[in-house]
């Protein structure tokens, strides 16, 4: 028997897309304008194996000469990027909904388990809540990365005023590697995040933008779980036919 | 969450109430794709603003710095000062990224004075040597382009503060703006008044414990720590006061007016 499962409240669907957009935009932008000064590469033992960027990256996204218009994005989009993201949190602790998402002691052990299964390598996964262990701690630390970005940017920003945060994460060319690679991570996670959301599927996906998902279960098994669910968390409704 | 049909009050099927949320919701995320999208072209295809003390910006990017630049102003103190080093840190190489403004090849730094607009066709002249007399003052700091390069340099010379009341010129400073130009006029800064009264903002003559190079800005050029280079102009001619921003050579062309750190 078909069952909506409430998965995903308004205000994280809302947030999380409002999210995309804007997190494209200050990448973009910061692009714009970390190439009037891009010196980062990796390098080990004097051999160089990347250079952030190769000019073929350049050119397809139309970086060059456009320091300007890059901080004028950059530093209007950052209010929203900011605002989106204490909303979000806020949002995430008066509504008890960081208890599915921060990690649990167990977490750690447990999301090499989740990557083992992932990865076909072992057959089952640990029991999970709504997340699972590896869930748990990417969608935390994401939200720290966030706040790392935010931060470090205001230090790269204001550097005299906010001398205190400079300081914090040990001086203006640190906070600028800082806030740079916050950024490729960010790109990492977006590309696990989408391998992992195509392979959830739809009923997943759906959940994101219309907040439930579809679980079949057995009338009588459901009737005993919907009671105890009602009586055990507010987190989750099942409306039964 | 108990949907209930209006018409006969008959409960939906789960399959209809899955159809209907699917449906509203899919409809609500596409409509705001289409409105983000939207909104993005209006901002990215936005006009430049009309060429005046500021230019080279879409309009509502301009507003929106301005308004960013008051937000920032309120954490502007004359407490927060830039870090300093020790002398032996400074960079013996001092980094020349642009030369705009100090062009001329018949400029004489022998001949030049220094201008200083009191009032209408009041000028006050004033020549390197007179400024030497004054207390020098030293800093060595990360110097920050607004590119993105930095690199700690060593600069001495006289605190605007100093000269300000070695001159008398306390009366001008409670206009809100300064505004400093080379000779020839191709350069030009404004600052807020706030920022160049900052206890580190110097009229240097000297690097590195020797009198300015041509390249550097001689004979007397801005040092302001609190702000990014862009706004450090080389080789000052002319230094007014007033309530109205002056004239800003990268403002013109798409920066931050204010480009304070």
Known sequence: MKVIKEKHSLAMRWTHWVNFPILTIMIWSGMLIYWANDTYTITIFDHTFYHFFPESIYTFFNIPYRLAEGMAFHFLFMWFFTLNGIFYVLYTIFSGEWRNLVPQKKSFKEAWLVLLHDLHIRKTAPPQDKYNAAQRIAYTAIIVMGFGSVLTGLAVYKPVQFYWLCWFFGGYNLARILHFSLTIGYLFFFIIHIVQVIIAGWNNFRSVISGFEIVIKEPTNVAVLTHEDKNSSGNENLVIE | ?261
């Open chain 2, 1 to 261: 969450m108990e949907i209930i049909d209006p018409e006969n009050k008959k409960e939906l099927t789960v399959d209809q109430k899955i159809k209907r949320r699917t449906f509203f919701s899919f409809a609500t995320f596409f409509a705001m794709s289409a409105a983000t999208y939207e909104g993005w072209n209006w901002l990215y295809s936005a006009p430049d603003e009309a060429n005046g003390i500021t230019a080279g910006s879409r309009k509502p990017l301009r507003a929106a710095m301005n308004k960013t630049e008051l937000f920032f102003r309120r954490f502007f103190s004359d407490n927060h000062l830039v870090k300093t080093y020790p002398k032996s840190m400074a960079a013996r190489n001092v980094r020349i990224n642009s030369n705009i403004g100090n062009e001329d090849e018949n400029f004489n730094p022998e001949n030049w004075q220094l201008s200083v607009v009191k009032s209408k066709g009041e000028v006050l002249k004033i020549n390197l040597e007179a400024l030497k007399a004054l207390p020098k003052t030293e800093i060595v700091f990360d110097f920050k382009c607004v590119e993105g390069w930095d690199q700690i340099q060593h600069w001495a010379g006289v605190r605007f503060l100093d000269f300000i009341k070695h001159y008398k010129l306390d009366d001008l400073t409670s206009m809100q703006y300064v505004g400093l130009e080379t000779p020839n006029g191709e350069y030009q800064v404004g600052l807020d008044i706030e920022s160049a009264l900052h206890p580190q903002t110097i009229l240097a003559y000297e690097m590195n414990d020797a009198p300015l190079q041509t390249a550097h800005g001689a004979p007397l050029r801005l040092i302001i720590p609190v702000k990014y280079g862009i706004k450090n102009l080389k080789c000052i001619g002319k230094i007014t006061f007033s309530n109205q921003r002056p004239r800003d050579y990268w403002a013109e062309r798409g920066y931050d007016y204010y480009s304070g750190l």
